[in-house]
Each structure stands twice: as structure tokens, then as C-alpha cells.
């Protein structure tokens, strides 16, 4: 099975990349930090188009989005589009392939 992890270098995406390494799955990661770690894509969530092609290239069965933009300022830059854009785009890629989120 193709698991997608998006924010896998974050506090709780560490935790569960570690979690779902005991099991025989192949784990795909997506992240903002340049790394030579095996299956993990650099991308900017922002870059929908990006986005895009790395999730049809995986075919994943399973997508974990724990990617997100937080500012508590009034600075709301690309905010809109990892938040909303790209989880949108997961549901429809999940519902057309049938997966369930």
C-alpha cells in the first residue's frame, strides 16, 4: 500500500512517519525541507501544480495531509492555498480514485 504523508517533517508528521514505518507499507513524503531521505519529495505546497504531479506519479491509496500554514499575524501569504487548495485537491483525488480520507 502507498501511504502520502505531506508535513512529515513537522512535530506530528516525525510521529507518524516513525509510527507507520513498523509496518510494511511504502511511505511517500512531501515537505519543505531539502533532504536526501528515500521516497521524500521537495515541494512547497504551494505549488499546487507540483503537488499535482507528485500525488499522480505515487498513485497513493492512503493520504495523510498534516501540512498547514499557521500565522497569527494579518500576513495570510499562501495560507489560502496549502489550507484550502490542496486538501480540496487530495478530496477529489482520493474520491475519483475511490480511497476514503
Known sequence: MNILITGSTG?????VKLALKKYKHK?????????KEKNYFYCRLE????????????????IINLAAVINFQKKTKNMYE????????????CKKKKNIL
Open 82 to 93: 496549502v489550507n484550502a487548495l490542496v486538501p480540496k485537491f487530495f478530496a477529489e483525488y
Open 27 to 35: 511511505l511517500f513524503f512531501i515537505g519543505k525541507k531539502k533532504t
Open 47 to 62: 505549488n499546487l501544480k507540483k503537488v499535482k504531479f507528485i500525488t499522480n506519479l505515487i498513485e497513493p491509496d492512503i
Open 11 to 15: 512535530f506530528l508528521g516525525k510521529e
